[in-house]
């Protein structure tokens, strides 16, 4: 039997909340038996006030028999508004999902052809509804976003970028333009449902030098703009995109110095959106950002606080050693690997939040004829070291940066697991780890809260969870957050066998402290970075 839990995120937040700032108590809680006998995969999507909608897929990869999508939305108190039953056609398989303001969507793909369909669930009623189509070419679909009534696919056909757009109206499809050629990987997709527009940013290589483009179409599929960023000196890698106003917007991410996948810093510039420029786009001129006067270039080295997740030993000769390479004029070269979140709107500008991985590998040794052993390494999952938020304001000045160090903490797939949640002037860090979830408080570039590990209550009298995995955690609304997972739970003083279940619980925060008497938090008297007792600097 193989299980999935998956959760459709608008912002994957905490729920642990610190006992002398905040209360944390559960106050709902719904549990689902786990079949035994079929593979189920979990998807939950919060709704903010709305409640939250639960999809149980259904399926055996054995069998014959399709899919079967089970709906199921739920209110803030946990109770069914309604539910809804989809038995995908024969030989469709889900690829990808979205969501907007009132509907999921969900991708399906026939395997061996080009024949596609999208499935929409109306949020507030459970009416589900179906478009079919067909592909212009075929092609892997590792991208897929809804602006109103048009689908965008993205992947690639025979190795080169391709981003199909798909009417509900007429139901054909369409390339968009200016993608598919050699040498380009397909980096991002972004909408924006205020302007109506798409945004695609590729990377690409020519003759050891590396180039980021953002093409920005209409929402009827028109090259509207085209941005290069020309990476002679600095190779971008990934790119996210947040609209300050009608005339601007900041783009925000990683690049390293030699077209390589790892991080030497971070880097932010602006893009105007300005008539002209989209005038010129129009025309087929390209609209070439210089780094020198447009982008910022933020080196690791530069922030203060990127490296307190190594023990203090190792940081401080870390530190040494570089602030010697830089008297004597010399760089120094980083390898970090980068996941980078959604950028997070903030009064003063923004919030750029990363987590620093790397591949985990097992290799094993086996008899190989002619020459002794050979050894075969393959992949086994990603280890997360530490991540660091760095605040922006409107004009992409860096005004502070933070970090949270991750010892311990690995993944099958590679997804987002630190994750954080405002309140006030305050910010809070938290991720999961073996039913436990770690948590901590900043303001700017201060620690006002060290982190603490914290647990979710016992269930009931005599109850016990004998174990818990696939945890997530996501705010939700007003104070309120959502806990979800598998678990396995016994009674005691009984001889049943324990029961499997997939769990939902509804957990209520106060923070009504928490922006409250700063000064009798633990922080640096002289006012600088709070001393960090993590499991790390204790050692």
């Known amino acids: 039997m193989n299980r999935r839990l998956a959760i459709g995120l608008w912002s994957l937040l905490l729920v ?38 639960l999809n149980i897929r259904q399926g055996d ?28 056609d024969p030989f469709y398989e889900p690829v990808r999902s979205c969501r907007t303001e009132h509907y999921v969507y969900w991708l399906l793909k026939e395997t061996q052809n080009e024949k596609v369909a999208v499935m929409r669930i109306h949020l507030t009623d459970g ?92 929402y009827e599929g028109k090259l509207v703009r085209t941005v290069n960023l020309d990476g002679r000196a600095h190779s971008l890698i990934s790119g996210k995109l947040l609209p300050i106003n009608d005339e601007e917007s900041l783009l925000v991410g990683n690049y390293s110095n030699d077209c390589t996948p790892y991080s030497q810093g971070v880097y932010i510039t602006r893009i105007r959106n300005s008539a002209a420029t989209v005038g010129a786009s129009e025309t087929g001129e390209n609209m ?62 923004l919030m750029l939040l990363a987590e620093v991985y790397y591949p985990q590998y097992r290799g094993g040794a086996y008899p190989y004829l ?19 938020l760095c605040g922006f304001d409107k004009k992409g000045r860096l005004l502070w940066d933070n970090s949270l160090s991750i010892p311990d903490l690995s993944s099958y797939d590679l997804h987002q697991m630190v994750q954080v949640t405002r309140h006030g002037n305050s910010t809070v860090l938290a991720y999961p780890h073996e039913g436990e979830i770690n948590a901590e408080i900043i303001q700017g570039g201060q620690v006002v809260k060290v982190q603490e590990k914290y647990s979710l209550k016992k269930l009931g009298e005599h109850e016990k969870v004998v174990y818990s995995e696939n945890d997530q955690l996501e705010a939700w609304y007003d104070g309120h957050f959502l806990a979800c997972g598998i678990q396995k739970i016994s009674t005691e003083r009984s001889l049943a066998p324990p029961r499997e279940v997939f769990y939902i619980n509804k957990v209520t925060c106060n923070f009504k402290d928490l922006n409250a008497n700063p000064a009798n938090w633990s922080s640096n008297p002289e006012g600088g970075n709070a001393t960090r007792e993590t499991s790390e600097s204790k050692q």
């Open 288 to 349: 070439t950002i210089t780094p020198t006067e447009d982008t910022r270039f933020i080196d690791f080295s530069e922030l203060q606080n990127f490296f307190n997740y190594m023990k203090p030993k190792r940081q401080q000769k870390l530190l040494e050693r570089l602030a010697r390479r830089k008297d004597q004029g010399k760089d120094t070269k980083f390898r970090y690997r980068l996941l980078v979140h959604d950028l997070v709107p903030t009064d003063e500008g």
């Open 16 to 53: 642990a909340c610190l006992p002398a700032l905040a209360q944390f108590e559960p106050s709902a809680r719904l549990e689902l038996p786990v079949s035994q006998n079929t593979e189920e995969f979990f998807d939950v999507t919060t709704l903010g006030d709305q409640g939250l909608l």
């Open 127 to 218: 009416v589900i509804e179906t478009f079919r189509g067909d592909l212009v070419t075929p092609m892997d679909i590792f991208h897929f976003k809804v602006l109103d009534n048009v689908a965008y696919f993205g992947g690639y056909y025979r190795s080169r970028p391709v981003v199909v757009s798909f009417s509900f109206f007429d139901l054909t499809s369409k390339v968009l333009p200016g993608l598919y050629t050699n040498h380009i990987q397909l980096n991002n997709i972004e909408v924006d449902e205020d302007r109506r527009l798409v945004h695609v940013m590729t990377d690409a290589t020519h003759q050891r030098n590396c180039e980021f483009t953002v093409r920005t179409y209409s």
């Open 370 to 388: 002619g020459s002794g052993r050979s050894y075969d390494r393959y992949q086994e999952g990603y280890r997360y070291t530490h991540a660091f």
């Open 61 to 88: 990869y054995y069998s014959s028999a399709p899919t079967k999508f089970l709906f199921r939305r739920l209110d803030t108190n946990l109770k069914q508004l309604w539910a809804n039953e989809y038995k995908i």
